[in-house]
C-alpha cells in the first residue's frame, strides 16, 4: 500500500485549512445538499466533503459512512488532494497502491473512487469532494465533468464562509471606524467650545483688565488735569510717569488681544473706501502733542488724495503705530509722512531722523517680543505692534516693509495699499497721477 | 438748568472718578451700580444722557438698553456705552450697528474725550424731539 503523499507547502496548506474555520463543526445541510446530489446522480452510497487534516481526513459533510473522519495515511482523498483536476480510481483492486489497502480489503469496501480537489480562495488545496462505490465502475469524461461541477459548487460553499468572515470582519471595522468617527466629532465639539471657551475668556480678561488701567490712568489724569484741586509741582512728574507706564500697560492689552484675534484668524475687518489722505491727516493731527512734547517737527511732505479700498480704523492703527514706533527713537529731527501714487496701489512712507537699525535688527524686526539692539535703552515696547501692524496690512491687499534704514542716520518705513475699485477712485487717482506727472 | 447724566456702572472706583468730573464740569449726575437699578432710573427721572456699561451684575448693559428702547421715552433716549468690551467682541457683535447709541472705550479713552462726547450729543437735538415742538 502506498500512503497518500504530504504536499511540498505542507505547513501553509495547513494553516489556509484552518483558517477556514470548518474542521469539527457541525454539519451543514448547504454541504449535506451537495453529497446527497452527488450520490443521486451517480448512484453511489458514499460520497463525502472531506478536510484533508495534518493526521486525518475529516467529513465536513457524510453519505453513507458511519464514522466522520478517518487516517490521512490510508485515505483516498489523501491523494485525490495532489491531483490535476479529478484523480479516479476504476477499480482499487487493480492498482498497487490501494489493492491491500484497509478500506479496501475490510469494511466499507471500496472498489470505486473518484475525487475533486477543493481549493480555498488563497489557492491552497484544503479538502476533495468525492464519491466512493463498492463496486468497481466506469467513469465517463462526462461523469468527471459533472463531479467537477459539484465539487466546484462544494467549493463556493467552502469559501462562501470565508466570504461571510470577511463581510463580518469587513463590518466590525466599519463599526470601528464609525465609533472613531463619533469619537472624532465629540472630540471637534470639545475644542470648538474650548475654542469659544477661549474667546470668551479673551474678551472678558481685557474687560478687567481694563477696568483697573481705565481708573489707574483716568484718575491720575484727571489729577494732573487739575480736576481734584491745585497739583503740587513736585508731584507732576511721578504722576506724568504713572501715567505713562499706566497708557503703556493698555496698549500692551490692545496688542495681546489683537494678536490672538490675528492668531485665531479672528481679526474682523470693516472695508470701505476712504480717502488716505484723511486717514494721514488723523493720524498726524493725534499724535501732534506728542512730537511737540518731544521737540520733533512732524510734517506731511506729499499726500495723494487717492481713494483707497480698507478698514479706516486698522489703517489709523497702522498709522499710528508707525509714526508713534518714530517718535519713540528719535530724539532729534523731524517724521515726514508721504505718500507715492503707483499703478492700483499707493505707498506710504514714514522716514525719521531716528537712532536706524542695524541689518541684524533689520531682520528679526517683524517678528514677535523682539527687542532690538540699537532701541535698547528707550522704553521697552512689546515689540508686537510692527507685527500686527504688518498682518493687518496684508489682510487688507497690501504689504508693510522697511525701505531704508542706516544707523544714527534714519529710517523709512513703508506700507502699500490697494486704490479702491469704484470707478470714481480710478477718476480720482487717473488726476493724481497727471498732477504727478507734470 | 444742568443737564441730568445717569451713570450705570458696577466698579465703584470708575463710578467715583466719572462723578467726579461731571460734577466738576457742572453736571447733575445720578448714579446707578447695575442694570436694573439703571433701568428704574431712567424711567423714572428721564435723564438727559445715559452712561452705560456692559458687564454688570443683576442686568447687563445691553439687556437694560434693549429694555429701554422698548418704553415710549426710552426709545429715543440719548444713550453712550462706556465699556471696555471690544466691540468686535462677540457679546457687542451687531449692537452697535443697530442700537441708536454712541460707544467709547473706556480704557482708550481719556477723561477729555469723554466730556467732550457727553458736550457733543447733548448739543444735538433729538429728530423726534424736533417734531414734538
Given at each position: 500500500m502506498m500512503q497518500a503523499p504530504i504536499p511540498s507547502n505542507e505547513k501553509e496548506r495547513l494553516l489556509s485549512l484552518h483558517t477556514l474555520g470548518l474542521l469539527d463543526t457541525n454539519p451543514e445541510e448547504r454541504f449535506d445538499r451537495i453529497t446527497r446530489t452527488a450520490t443521486k446522480i451517480f448512484h453511489v452510497p458514499i460520497s463525502t466533503l472531506t478536510l484533508v487534516d495534518e493526521r486525518r481526513e475529516w467529513f465536513k459533510s457524510c453519505q453513507g459512512l458511519p464514522n466522520r473522519e478517518g487516517s490521512r495515511a490510508i485515505s483516498f482523498c489523501g491523494h485525490a488532494l495532489l491531483a490535476n483536476e479529478i484523480f479516479v480510481m476504476p477499480d482499487t483492486k487493480k492498482d498497487i497502491r490501494f489493492f491491500d489497502n484497509p478500506m479496501v480489503v475490510g469494511k466499507?469496501?471500496?472498489r470505486f473512487y473518484a475525487g475533486v480537489p477543493i481549493m480555498n480562495a488563497d489557492g491552497q488545496r484544503v479538502g476533495v469532494f468525492c464519491i466512493k462505490d463498492i463496486e468497481p465502475r466506469k467513469f465517463s469524461k462526462a461523469d468527471g465533468e459533472i463531479l467537477v461541477g459539484l465539487a466546484g459548487w462544494a467549493e463556493l460553499e467552502v469559501n462562501s464562509r470565508n466570504l461571510s468572515l470577511a463581510l463580518e470582519e469587513r463590518k466590525e471595522i466599519e463599526q470601528k471606524l464609525i465609533g472613531e468617527k463619533t469619537k472624532l466629532k465629540t472630540a471637534n465639539k470639545k475644542l470648538e467650545s474650548l475654542d469659544k471657551l477661549k474667546d470668551e475668556f479673551l474678551s472678558i480678561a481685557s474687560h478687567e483688565l481694563r477696568t483697573p488701567l481705565t481708573a489707574i490712568n483716568g484718575l491720575v489724569s484727571m489729577i494732573l488735569g487739575g480736576e481734584y484741586g491745585e497739583v503740587n509741582a513736585n508731584l507732576r512728574e511721578p504722576l506724568g510717569d504713572v501715567n505713562a507706564s499706566s497708557e503703556r500697560l493698555i496698549h500692551l492689552v490692545n496688542d495681546l488681544l489683537s494678536l490672538s484675534r490675528i492668531q485665531a484668524g479672528k481679526m474682523m475687518y470693516t472695508f470701505s473706501e476712504f480717502s488716505i489722505a484723511d486717514a494721514v491727516n488723523q493720524a498726524v493731527h493725534l499724535l501732534l502733542p506728542l512730537s511737540e512734547q518731544k521737540g520733533l517737527r512732524l510734517t506731511i511732505a506729499k499726500l495723494e488724495p487717492v481713494i483707497i479700498q480698507g478698514d479706516s480704523e486698522k489703517v489709523k492703527e497702522v498709522l499710528n503705530n508707525l509714526i508713534g514706533n518714530s517718535l519713540k527713537f528719535t530724539d532729534k529731527g523731524s517724521i515726514t509722512i508721504s505718500t507715492k501714487s503707483e499703478p492700483d496701489k499707493i505707498n506710504v512712507y514714514i522716514t525719521d531722523t531716528g537712532i536706524g537699525i542695524t541689518k541684524d535688527d533689520q531682520n528679526k524686526l517683524?517678528?514677535?517680543f523682539e527687542q532690538l539692539e540699537s532701541g535698547k535703552d528707550k522704553s521697552a515696547s512689546t515689540g508686537l505692534g510692527l507685527h500686527i501692524s504688518r498682518e493687518m496690512v496684508r489682510k487688507m491687499g497690501g504689504e508693510l516693509w522697511i525701505e531704508k534704514s542706516e544707523t544714527g542716520i534714519g529710517s523709512t518705513f513703508a506700507f502699500s495699499l490697494p486704490v479702491a475699485k469704484s470707478k470714481l477712485a480710478h477718476e480720482i487717482k487717473k488726476a493724481v497721477d497727471l498732477t504727478v506727472k507734470s | 438748568m444742568a443737564k441730568a447724566l445717569l451713570l450705570v456702572e458696577d466698579d465703584k472706583i470708575l463710578l467715583n472718578m466719572y462723578q467726579k468730573l461731571f460734577v466738576n464740569h457742572g453736571y447733575d449726575v445720578h448714579a446707578a451700580m447695575d442694570g436694573e437699578e439703571g433701568l428704574r432710573k431712567s424711567l423714572e427721572e428721564h435723564p438727559d444722557l445715559i452712561l452705560l456699561d456692559i458687564r454688570m451684575p443683576k442686568m447687563d448693559g445691553m439687556t437694560m438698553l434693549n429694555s429701554l428702547r422698548q418704553d415710549s421715552w426710552g426709545k429715543d433716549a440719548k444713550v453712550i456705552i462706556l465699556t471696555n468690551l471690544d466691540p468686535i467682541d462677540t457679546i457687542l457683535q451687531g449692537v452697535v450697528k443697530n442700537q441708536p447709541a454712541y460707544y467709547l472705550i473706556k480704557a482708550t479713552t481719556n477723561f477729555e474725550g469723554v466730556l467732550e462726547k457727553v458736550k457733543e450729543i447733548l448739543e444735538t437735538q433729538n429728530p423726534n424731539t424736533n417734531t414734538e415742538q
Amino acid at each position: 500500500m502506498m500512503q497518500a503523499p504530504i504536499p511540498s507547502n505542507e505547513k501553509e496548506r495547513l494553516l489556509s485549512l484552518h483558517t477556514l474555520g470548518l474542521l469539527d463543526t457541525n454539519p451543514e445541510e448547504r454541504f449535506d445538499r451537495i453529497t446527497r446530489t452527488a450520490t443521486k446522480i451517480f448512484h453511489v452510497p458514499i460520497s463525502t466533503l472531506t478536510l484533508v487534516d495534518e493526521r486525518r481526513e475529516w467529513f465536513k459533510s457524510c453519505q453513507g459512512l458511519p464514522n466522520r473522519e478517518g487516517s490521512r495515511a490510508i485515505s483516498f482523498c489523501g491523494h485525490a488532494l495532489l491531483a490535476n483536476e479529478i484523480f479516479v480510481m476504476p477499480d482499487t483492486k487493480k492498482d498497487i497502491r490501494f489493492f491491500d489497502n484497509p478500506m479496501v480489503v475490510g469494511k466499507p469496501y471500496i472498489r470505486f473512487y473518484a475525487g475533486v480537489p477543493i481549493m480555498n480562495a488563497d489557492g491552497q488545496r484544503v479538502g476533495v469532494f468525492c464519491i466512493k462505490d463498492i463496486e468497481p465502475r466506469k467513469f465517463s469524461k462526462a461523469d468527471g465533468e459533472i463531479l467537477v461541477g459539484l465539487a466546484g459548487w462544494a467549493e463556493l460553499e467552502v469559501n462562501s464562509r470565508n466570504l461571510s468572515l470577511a463581510l463580518e470582519e469587513r463590518k466590525e471595522i466599519e463599526q470601528k471606524l464609525i465609533g472613531e468617527k463619533t469619537k472624532l466629532k465629540t472630540a471637534n465639539k470639545k475644542l470648538e467650545s474650548l475654542d469659544k471657551l477661549k474667546d470668551e475668556f479673551l474678551s472678558i480678561a481685557s474687560h478687567e483688565l481694563r477696568t483697573p488701567l481705565t481708573a489707574i490712568n483716568g484718575l491720575v489724569s484727571m489729577i494732573l488735569g487739575g480736576e481734584y484741586g491745585e497739583v503740587n509741582a513736585n508731584l507732576r512728574e511721578p504722576l506724568g510717569d504713572v501715567n505713562a507706564s499706566s497708557e503703556r500697560l493698555i496698549h500692551l492689552v490692545n496688542d495681546l488681544l489683537s494678536l490672538s484675534r490675528i492668531q485665531a484668524g479672528k481679526m474682523m475687518y470693516t472695508f470701505s473706501e476712504f480717502s488716505i489722505a484723511d486717514a494721514v491727516n488723523q493720524a498726524v493731527h493725534l499724535l501732534l502733542p506728542l512730537s511737540e512734547q518731544k521737540g520733533l517737527r512732524l510734517t506731511i511732505a506729499k499726500l495723494e488724495p487717492v481713494i483707497i479700498q480698507g478698514d479706516s480704523e486698522k489703517v489709523k492703527e497702522v498709522l499710528n503705530n508707525l509714526i508713534g514706533n518714530s517718535l519713540k527713537f528719535t530724539d532729534k529731527g523731524s517724521i515726514t509722512i508721504s505718500t507715492k501714487s503707483e499703478p492700483d496701489k499707493i505707498n506710504v512712507y514714514i522716514t525719521d531722523t531716528g537712532i536706524g537699525i542695524t541689518k541684524d535688527d533689520q531682520n528679526k524686526l517683524f517678528g514677535m517680543f523682539e527687542q532690538l539692539e540699537s532701541g535698547k535703552d528707550k522704553s521697552a515696547s512689546t515689540g508686537l505692534g510692527l507685527h500686527i501692524s504688518r498682518e493687518m496690512v496684508r489682510k487688507m491687499g497690501g504689504e508693510l516693509w522697511i525701505e531704508k534704514s542706516e544707523t544714527g542716520i534714519g529710517s523709512t518705513f513703508a506700507f502699500s495699499l490697494p486704490v479702491a475699485k469704484s470707478k470714481l477712485a480710478h477718476e480720482i487717482k487717473k488726476a493724481v497721477d497727471l498732477t504727478v506727472k507734470s | 438748568m444742568a443737564k441730568a447724566l445717569l451713570l450705570v456702572e458696577d466698579d465703584k472706583i470708575l463710578l467715583n472718578m466719572y462723578q467726579k468730573l461731571f460734577v466738576n464740569h457742572g453736571y447733575d449726575v445720578h448714579a446707578a451700580m447695575d442694570g436694573e437699578e439703571g433701568l428704574r432710573k431712567s424711567l423714572e427721572e428721564h435723564p438727559d444722557l445715559i452712561l452705560l456699561d456692559i458687564r454688570m451684575p443683576k442686568m447687563d448693559g445691553m439687556t437694560m438698553l434693549n429694555s429701554l428702547r422698548q418704553d415710549s421715552w426710552g426709545k429715543d433716549a440719548k444713550v453712550i456705552i462706556l465699556t471696555n468690551l471690544d466691540p468686535i467682541d462677540t457679546i457687542l457683535q451687531g449692537v452697535v450697528k443697530n442700537q441708536p447709541a454712541y460707544y467709547l472705550i473706556k480704557a482708550t479713552t481719556n477723561f477729555e474725550g469723554v466730556l467732550e462726547k457727553v458736550k457733543e450729543i447733548l448739543e444735538t437735538q433729538n429728530p423726534n424731539t424736533n417734531t414734538e415742538q
